[in-house]
């Protein structure tokens, strides 16, 4: 494989020479330029690229340094095999570690049957490894149980966007649409902290004239720049869209001209809205009807109005519903598939998007294909190579797959880029399961909490070191370029799922000389699928700096925006869904007076396992720490410098504390990027969405009190 290196730099700097690629985390995707000492394999400096259209040059603290893990002295550079129960490893080669591997997997399965293993992927890898691995689960391994820990993240807003539009794709528009947005409702998103370029594409659209409204329980980064901060109580958002759409009936901002040509089962939705009010939103949310009722003028009064949600909206047990709360309120405003307006959801991580679309779901095939819908069963088997019948049915979600493990009835697994004992709620019992697993796998490039229970760890390459594709926040698949090589005996995943699935008896399907081959063949898998990228290629991605889906044949030049005129359901219609407002699953009573809400800081990432260990971002943000309103910290006594007990039905966990002027009262803030004693997650809940099996990361009932000690 060819890589993009360019030529030392017109000879002014002998050894020198500079590739493209994409920042390693956040679905942004920021598109990155680095200058590479070849002699020394270094990447000697990075900058984003002005040329590349989702973020014009801009990126974070975090694409800044995303090239120090390249050389850090952490790096996981051989395999390691488990020699004692106390948590020793050894070194070992390859052959060892993957034959002790494919060993133990067909053991487990001849004593307990093939779906007693099961894959966990991850968000973060490459288009061309989820393929990989949802193939290598279902033909190699034959099990029905693999899922990823987009369950924990995007599983409810696709699965509303499904229900509501008959397809997700997290922005169905460009990003640089929101220049055209005359207001912009921002509900659960912190995206000053998590997508930071897009915190200046919205002053930029306040600049030409946008309104910007955030609903945050929290005054976030981001809500510091809106024109108008609704503060719900943590869980209420759905009652937040119900009132939203009350007033927006009564103040006769519903387009009745678009519901009737454009949208399937609105009536009984707006004539249930028409029961509720303002006054009853602020007895839910809390928020004052005054501000609910400008925030509906302003959606009707400055159009186009776009809403997009965010994982405070989503990461409840009732999810589902309340993203489908907000797409109601888009569709009567006549909003969706207007240039500027509509809906969309931001994803997370980098591959977040293609991530949900290529088969490491539980109920997914690549194109977003149903593993439950016989024709897309016939066709990915026959694409495969194999019967029908032998492709495994829908299995486990990944909060299941944990609790399965926990029950004994999984018992070997394989996690590839995920990190479940830092971000899996209810921790405690979470690191139970691993730790009761007979057999676990662990695939990273650095030694995470989860690899601490792993019998066997494979060594995996980072972002610049192997050629593969991200398909981004937009739903525009991105090459991502390698330029360096990987250290030691590091190996891409892709390449160790395919001599995993040789070791099992698999491997006449697995047969690929590099990446792009793997791509092709994702690609003409997807041909006529929902999320179609037959007509991609890698030379063609990288002429034209990514490419949309669907993108049908050669001569197509993708798809930007996905409802101008019609959507994706059999009529062209899109679906309106009565929505009733119902409690979290934990609502705070005399012994958990508070609610415990959780997510992000702008340094670290995820469960952290990459970020601490860089230390311009440890250093500015060294530990958690519990975000409590000004109000409560007095009313507590809290004590400057002093840590405080927080606690659930589920733990307790010691803590510094800050004090946040306007906070809503009831609510309190921790970000979840520790493990350990200081992981927030010892302290959430497993309440699962019905539908999207989504956990309720973001509420839970929770006390807060002075530890008497000294720091
Ligand atoms: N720096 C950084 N950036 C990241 C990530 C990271 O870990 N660090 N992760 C990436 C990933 S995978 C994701 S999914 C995204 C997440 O991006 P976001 O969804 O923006 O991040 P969160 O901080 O989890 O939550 C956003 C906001 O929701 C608010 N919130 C909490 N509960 C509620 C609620 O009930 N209702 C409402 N309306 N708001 C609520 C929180 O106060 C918070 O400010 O970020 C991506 N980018
Ligand atoms: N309380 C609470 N919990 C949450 C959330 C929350 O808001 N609150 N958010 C949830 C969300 S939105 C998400 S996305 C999840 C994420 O949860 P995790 O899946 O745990 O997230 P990461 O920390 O990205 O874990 C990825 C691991 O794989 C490694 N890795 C990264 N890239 C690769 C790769 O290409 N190959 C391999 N082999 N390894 C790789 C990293 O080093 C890291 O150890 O957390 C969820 N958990
Ligand atoms: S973390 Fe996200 S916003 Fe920051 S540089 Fe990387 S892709 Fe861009
Ligand atoms: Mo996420």
């Known amino acids: 494989m060819t890589l993009s290196m360019q030529p030392a730099v017109s000879g002014w700097e002998p050894g020198l020479s500079r ?49 120090q893990q390249i050389h850090h002295s952490d790096r996981l550079i051989r395999p390691l095999l488990r020699e004692s129960k106390e948590g020793t490893f050894r070194e070992v080669d390859w052959d060892e570690a993957l034959d002790f591997t494919a060993r133990r997997l067909q053991e487990t399965q001849k004593a307990h049957g093939a779906d007693s293993a099961a ?41 509303a966007q499904n229900a509501s539009f008959g397809v997700d794709r997290g922005l169905n528009f460009p990003l640089a649409d929101i220049f055209e947005s005359r207001c912009i409702l921002l509900v659960g998103a912190n995206v000053a902290e998590c997508l930071p370029p897009i915190q200046v594409f919205l002053k930029r659209a306040q600049k030409l004239g946008a309104r910007l409204i955030v609903a945050d329980p929290r005054n976030s980064r981001t809500s510091d720049i809106a024109d108008l901060k609704l503060m719900p109580k943590p869980g209420t958002d759905s009652a937040l869209a119900l009132a ?57 009064r400055f159009k186009p109005s776009l809403i997009l949600t965010g994982r405070g909206a989503e990461q409840h047990s009732k ?13 009567a405003l006549g909003q969706v598939g207007k240039v500027g307006g509509g809906f969309g959801t931001l994803t997370g991580q980098g591959n977040g998007q293609g991530g949900r679309e290529h088969g490491q779901k539980a109920d997914q095939l690549p194109g977003y294909r149903s593993i439950e819908n016989p024709q897309d069963r016939a066709r990915v088997a026959q694409a495969w ?43 405690r019992r979470m690191k139970n399961a691993l730790s009761n697993l007979s057999f676990l796998a662990v695939s990273d490039f650095f030694f995470s909490e989860t690899c601490q229970t792993a019998n066997v760890v494979f060594p995996a390459t980072l972002f610049a070191e192997e050629d593969g594709t991200m398909t981004n926040i937009e739903g525009r698949c991105v090459l991502r370029r390698s330029g360096v090589k990987p250290p030691g005996e590091a190996r891409s995943d892709w390449k160790v799922i395919v001599d995993l699935a040789g070791r099992l008896g698999a491997g006449q399907y697995f047969s690929y000389p ?16 929902r999320a179609d990228y037959s007509g991609m290629n ?18 197509h030049a993708g798809t930007f925006r996905l409802f101008e005129s019609s959507f994706f359901h059999p009529d062209g219609k899109a679906r309106m869904k009565l929505v009733e407002y119902r409690e979290s699953a934990e609502e705070p009573d005399a012994d958990f007076p508070y609610r415990l809400t959780t997510g992000r800081v702008l340094e670290h990432y995820l469960s952290g396992n990459q970020t601490r260990r860089i ?40 803590l510094s504390w800050k004090a946040s002027a306007e906070q809503e009262e009831s609510t309190l803030f921790v970000p979840f990027h520790w493990g350990g004693e200081e992981s927030v997650n010892l302290l959430t809940q497993e309440a699962l969405d019905p539908v999207s099996r989504m956990p309720e990361l973001k509420v839970c009932a929770a006390n807060l009190t002075q530890e008497e000690e000294n720091p």
């Not at 999810?319 to 569709?331: H, K, Y």
């Not at 495994?392 to 018992?411: H, M, W, Y």
């Not at 030379?539 to 990514?546: A, H, V």
């Not at 971002?617 to 006594?637: I, N, T, Y």
């Open 19 to 67: 590739f493209n690629t994409h920042c390693s985390y956040c679905a942004l995707q920021c598109a990155l330029k680095m200058k590479v000492d070849t002699a020394q394999n270094r990447v000697v400096k990075v900058w984003g690229r002005r040329d590349f259209p989702t973020n014009r040059g801009l990126s974070c603290v975090k694409g800044q340094t995303a090239h």
């Open 244 to 300: 939203l759409l009350s007033e927006v009936i009564a103040e006769g901002g519903v387009d009745e001209k678009y519901l009737n040509q454009r949208v399937g089962g609105f009536e009984p939705v707006l004539a249930f809205a028409r029961g509720f009010n303002a006054a009853w939103g602020e007895k839910i949310t809390g928020v004052p009807d005054l501000l609910i009722r400008q925030a509906a003028r302003w959606l009707i």
């Open 319 to 331: 999810g589902v519903e309340t993203v489908q709360s907000f797409i109601n309120l888009a569709l």
């Open 615 to 654: 230390e311009a971002l440890r250093s500015a943000v060294p530990e958690p720490f519990v975000e409590v309103s000004e109000k409560l910290s007095r009313r507590l006594g809290l004590k400057a410098g002093h840590k405080v007990k927080l606690t659930t039905r589920r733990g307790e966990v010691r």
């Open 514 to 529: 590099n990446t792009e081959a793997v791509f092709n063949e994702l690609a003409s898998v997807t041909a006529g699928s």
């Open 119 to 159: 894959v966990f992927g991850g968000g973060a890898l490459t288009n061309e490894t989820v393929y990989l691995l949802g193939k290598f689960a279902r033909v190699a391994l034959k099990t029905r149980n693999i899922d990823y820990n987009g369950r924990y993240c995007m599983s409810s807003a696709a699965a």
């Open 385 to 427: 190579g194999i019967d029908e019948k032998d492709l495994p049915q829908k299995g486990l979600s990944a909060q299941e797959i944990l609790q399965a493990a926990d029950a004994g009835t999984v018992r070997a697994m394989w996690v590839v880029g995920s990190n479940p004992a830092v971000s899996a709620p209810n921790g």
């Open 538 to 555: 890698y030379s063609k991605l990288e002429r034209n700096r990514g490419l949309f889906w669907p993108c049908p044949d050669p001569n």
